[in-house]
């Protein structure tokens, strides 16, 4: 059992899986914020299952699979802008106003970024002499 499941996770996954899973955690981050639950458990829970489906979807792209996690990083400065900006704000109206932009610029960046791995072609694995070997003997 357990080889088959780190099979699948080591394996490729395509486009069609790739966006069910993306349909799917966001059906999830949308009915789940009614529950109690520790902060930010949600958006880690999140993350962690994308990454699975995002790593499958790099190897298909033949892109290394350790870009996965790149809404972490485009989290992360966000927070950072956002508490940059609210430092510097004067009033309420300019809090409301670096909250709104930094939110939309990160859900800007983030929504390009998950579409663009979605909408990458798929690339045959390069085979060596070796592996050539291993099939045909």
């Known amino acids: 059992m357990i080889r088959r499941i780190l099979a699948w996770l ?6 069609l899986e790739y966006w069910l899973a993306v349909v799917a955690i966001l059906a ?12 930010y458990s949600l958006d880690f829970a999140a993350l962690a299952a994308w990454c699975v489906f995002a790593a499958r979807r790099l190897r ?5 699979f350790w870009l996965a996690p790149f809404p972490l990083p485009i989290a992360l400065v966000s927070i950072q802008a956002r508490a940059l900006l609210l430092a510097r704000a004067d009033g309420a109206m300019q809090t409301a106003a670096a909250k709104s932009t930094v939110n939309l610029y990160s859900a800007i960046a983030l929504f390009g970024l998950v579409a663009i791995l979605g909408l990458l072609p798929s690339r045959r ?13």
């Open 10 to 15: 080591g394996g490729r996954g395509g486009r």
């Open 60 to 64: 298909d792209a033949g892109l290394p």
């Open 28 to 39: 999830f981050i949308m009915i789940m914020p009614g529950r109690r639950l520790p902060p």
């Open 125 to 137: 694995p390069k085979l060596t002499a070796d592996d050539h070997a291993q099939v045909f003997s």
